[in-house]
């Protein structure tokens, strides 16, 4: 590569990294520095540092409660999202051209409504005289009307519901890019189509469900106004408790401290989750 190459590429990407700079390592920085301070009287934060906020974020038992949580509400989602999205983005890889189009839209459909109007509507369905429960009703499955709102359930279908399109394109794309003569070639040699599927289709897809699991993850644990607005008091994870000190205790150096916290928690599995992913591919690879 010459070096006129080298500057042009450069400038190309500059534009990119000066966003990335501005909106995430500036951020990112600003927020880590704001962990370290100490909380003022009347003020965000005072002019002292200290590493107190980390030794209470880590040390009180309620907010590792809460962290712990958190932690495993967003592996339920992103599990459950994958169930669900993996027969859908295998048929969606297999369908025609003329039909791909129509189920593209009907799987970010979700993405196409504003977060708040798409709360208030599971609102007005699962309220305590909306139109589930009068539909129970009617069918006498039920006596008096349920209380479906205010529970963890709800809050997992709610996310599980937007966080769809967000599994399953990663994961078509994978099975799409699968080359089908290494398919028929397994098919010719006298597998199954489990076989086939186990051996040919699911590891070459892996890819795919690692980066959908990796953003699923990533999106529920910071979920915020559809727990707040779905859950209620009842459902209590740790985006909830990081607004709370900002915005509603005013303790910006603390809140900033639990949200490094989360953010590193959240690494560390997805850093666990990509070594199990690998490790999981070359295990099928070898059975194969």
Known sequence: MTRSSIWGTGLLGAPVLMLLFVFLVLPYGDMIAMSFRTPANGAPYGDAWTVANYFRAVGDPFYLGVLGYTLAVGTLIAVLTLMLSYPIALHLARVGDRWHVLFYICV?????????VRNFGWMIVLSFSGPLNQMLLGLGLIQQPLRLL?????????????????MVLPITNALR????????????????????FCRVTLPLSLPGVLAGVTLVFALAMSAFVTPALLGGQNVVLMPTIIIQQL??????????????????????????LTLTM????RRIGRWS
């Open 108 to 116: 970010v459909s979700p993405l196409l409504i504003g977060v708040l």
């Open 177 to 196: 890019n699968i080359d089908p003569a290494l398919e028929e070639a397994s098919n010719s040699l006298g597998a199954t189509p489990w076989e086939t």
């Open 247 to 272: 915005i509603g205790a005013f303790a910006w150096p603390f809140g900033a401290a639990l949200a490094m916290v989360l953010s590193l928690a959240m690494l560390a599995e997805i850093g666990l």
């Open 278 to 281: 690998r490790r999981l591919t």
């Open 150 to 166: 205010f529970n963890l359930p709800v809050v997992v279908l709610a996310l599980v519901h937007v966080f769809l399109p967000f």
